[in-house]
């Protein structure tokens, strides 16, 4: 009798694990980048430039720039001041006031400072010192004279001279050359004169009209 293998155990393959999918983390959302500040041009105030060298014939004009008036006249120890006044209301300087604070001007050379150059014009003078006292008590000194001598010999009373005087100061000798010729020029330009040596209500020390 022949012996037989008992018949083999079926195989059973153990179930595979159920497969699950990779759970990745969930992708954020871009972000929106807050919106930026609205840019604005940076506003600049305006520039207000200084007025130019008073000219010829309008010197009434320099009364209309009040702010100047606030400014301090700087005054150094020794310098040369380049000085603008005018007559209140553009009043017309005849010419015996103009005689008048010609000499006046003149009077005062080597007192209240060194004089070196003055025009006296129809409503206005120009006039380069280099001052002994302050400029303040020089002004006063011209003004007050001469108006009260006009006054006395026109038969009248008021005010002759503007308030404000306009001064500036000269740094170098090419400036004061340019003021010495500006002052000079200025009867030409005012069509009162055809050379300036003509002119009697001008001097320029070791120039013109020196005769002291």
């Known amino acids: 009798m022949k012996n037989e293998k008992p018949p083999a155990e079926p195989q059973v393959e153990p179930p595979a694990e159920p497969q699950t999918e990779l759970q990745t983390e969930p992708q954020a959302e871009p972000q929106a980048e807050p919106p930026g500040e609205p840019q604005t041009e940076l506003q600049t105030e305006p520039q207000v430039e200084p007025p130019a060298e008073p000219q010829v014939g309008q010197a009434s004009r320099l009364s209309e720039h009040s702010w100047r008036r606030h400014l301090p006249h700087i005054q150094l120890s020794a310098g040369y001041y380049f000085i603008t006044f005018t007559t209140h209301n553009r009043q017309f300087l005849h010419p015996s006031h103009k005689d008048c604070v ?82 000079a020029n200025n009867p030409i330009k005012a069509n009162l004169v055809e050379e300036y040596e003509e002119y009697k209500w001008l001097y320029i020390k070791g120039w013109i009209n020196d005769y002291k």
């Open 102 to 183: 010609f000499e006046a001007i003149r009077f005062l050379d080597g007192k209240s400072y060194e004089l070196y150059a003055v025009v006296v014009l129809d409503d206005h003078v120009h006039m380069v010192i280099n001052p002994i006292d302050t400029l303040s008590k020089i002004m006063h000194s011209i003004k007050s004279f001469t108006a009260h001598e006009i006054n006395k010999v026109s038969n009248r009373s008021g005010k002759l001279w503007h308030d404000e005087n306009f001064d500036s100061v000269i740094r170098d000798e090419k400036e004061l050359l340019e003021k010495l010729n500006y002052i």
